[in-house]
């Protein structure tokens, strides 16, 4: 049996595991107001708060109901549109979206009224740019942005004196939320974890956020397991080498204050990827094992050098990234061997590091190229390269031959008109829907040269005005 929260009443449900949680929350619990769009995390209609409990408090934060699998939410506090408000009186977030004529058609509005009170439940400090983005995988048809964005900005000012040692107890105090959000940590404490199950699934799933949009009807009709509850979660990191468990998050890193102030520009970089409610759900692993040639993740880890430790049947393993991907969606890992940590090198004072994305959107889309460069200078030399490229081939590309033929050279006009040759003989793009072979190639190049602008500065010019 699953057990979990749903609002006020505690679920205990043999609906398959497999299930969204969308379509149980529509069609098992008879909850209209968390609506169905794409189906594919783009849209937001059908956000929802996920609540886990951590240390005896619950941390709630938002997510796409269409992808996240019925088994990740035992355990849980799942909390829809009807949940917020269990009286006639709008709360403070509903008023102010009332207020600014942020809804047109309502079909998007209960999605929009979730994510912000994701971001009023999140105990950093409110700003109007920060509840923007909490609903930057939210999108609107018909209302316009700018009436959205200025309930943001009312939304915001009125959690200015927001109590953020204790968020919720602040919020039902207020009337954001109502008062049974109180009794939810001792409900969940309630609640016993899933015992292991060693039984034959024929699929694992972790944050779910690509399997349940490319087979969402193999997975219902699959025996499905989830590896969040034995899986590692976490960040550690000793000297300069950065270990993450396999079942961290994309928010978990952007939230790790050691991590974004020793690695200062990984925050910028993981805002591209995806969007809040995804980064809530995918894990690390999920990120690798899915094997896209684009992943922004992947591409990012390449340049970084990062080891990949894997178990099965209790014996562990450690392999470099760029050995895992051995073809187009397949990897160098055995029925049932798990990815548990990734490990990496921290960027030092001198190494540089930079990632770049082309997509249609600048948010919450998937690259047409994207690409990732560590590069060390020492005397003039380039001491250490390292390129990666998604976009371009079958598998995310660590370019062997271009990081070797930068290394020990000086960087110079010569040096990367001879390497963009040999950058172009790596790689092998396909037209498809996001664009022509021959595009990607002028892409990636063009990356190529963004990397160095960013290491060169007012330099760049001088240096490579010939190209």
Not at 96 to 108: E, L, N, P
């Amino acid at each position: 049996m699953i057990r979990f929260i749903l609002n006020q009443k505690l679920v205990n449900t043999d609906c398959n595991p497999g299930m969204s949680l969308l379509d149980f929350i529509r069609y098992e619990a008879n909850l209209p107001g968390t609506k169905i769009g794409c189906r594919e995390g783009d849209c937001g209609a059908c956000t929802v708060l996920i609540g886990e409990l951590v240390n005896g408090k619950v941390n709630y934060h938002s997510v796409t109901s269409c992808l996240y699998p019925l088994i990740n939410a035992h355990g849980k506090h799942v909390v829809t549109i009807e949940g917020v408000n269990l009286s006639n009186t709008l709360t403070p977030v509903q008023q102010a979206m009332a207020d600014h004529a942020a809804t047109q058609c309502g079909f998007c509005t209960p999605g929009f009224v979730m994510s912000f009170t994701a971001f009023c439940m999140n105990p950093t400090e409110p700003t109007t740019e920060r509840a923007i983005e909490a609903v930057a995988g939210n999108i609107c048809r018909c209302t316009g942005y700018k009436s959205i964005e200025r309930a943001a900005s009312d939304i915001a000012r009125l959690m200015s004196n927001k109590n953020v040692a204790d968020p919720i107890g602040w919020l039902v105090g207020k009337g954001y939320l109502p008062e049974y959000f109180l009794e939810i940590p001792q409900k969940l404490q309630n609640i016993d974890v899933f015992e292991v199950d060693n039984g034959n699934h024929t699929q694992l799933i972790a944050g779910g956020t690509d399997l349940m949009v490319q087979r969402p009807d193999a997975i219902y009709d699959q025996k499905v397991k989830s590896t969040l509850n034995e899986l590692p979660r976490g960040i550690t990191i000793k000297d300069c080498t950065c270990t993450i468990g396999g079942a961290t998050r994309v928010t978990d890193l952007l939230a790790s204050a050691e991590l974004t102030s020793r690695f200062p520009q990984l925050k910028e970089y993981l805002m591209l990827v995806s969007s809040e409610p995804i980064r809530n759900m995918a894990t690390i692993a999920g990120n690798i094992v899915n094997a896209s040639p684009i992943g922004d993740l992947c591409v990012m880890l390449l340049a970084l050098n990062a080891q990949v430790t894997s178990v099965i049947d209790g014996k562990s393993r450690q392999q470099p990234l760029n050995e895992l991907f051995a073809g187009y969606k397949q990897l160098n890992l055995k029925p049932g061997e798990v990815i548990q940590y990734i490990t990496f090198e921290l960027p030092k004072t001198a190494t540089l590091f930079s990632f770049e994305k082309v997509s249609k959107r600048k948010y919450l889309d998937i690259a047409s190229v994207n690409s990732a460069m560590l590069i060390e200078i020492e005397n003039g030399k380039i001491k250490k390269c390292r390129l990666s490229a998604g976009g371009v081939a079958p598998i995310p590309l660590y370019l062997h031959r271009t990081s070797n033929h930068l290394t020990g050279n000086e960087l110079n006009a010569d040096t990367v008109t001879q390497v963009a040759a040999i950058m172009q003989e790596e790689i092998s793009p396909i037209s498809d829907i996001r664009g022509a072979a021959e595009y990607k190639r002028l892409l990636l190049r063009q990356l190529f040269l963004a990397h160095l602008q960013k290491f060169l500065g007012d330099r760049f010019d001088q240096v490579f005005k010939k190209l």
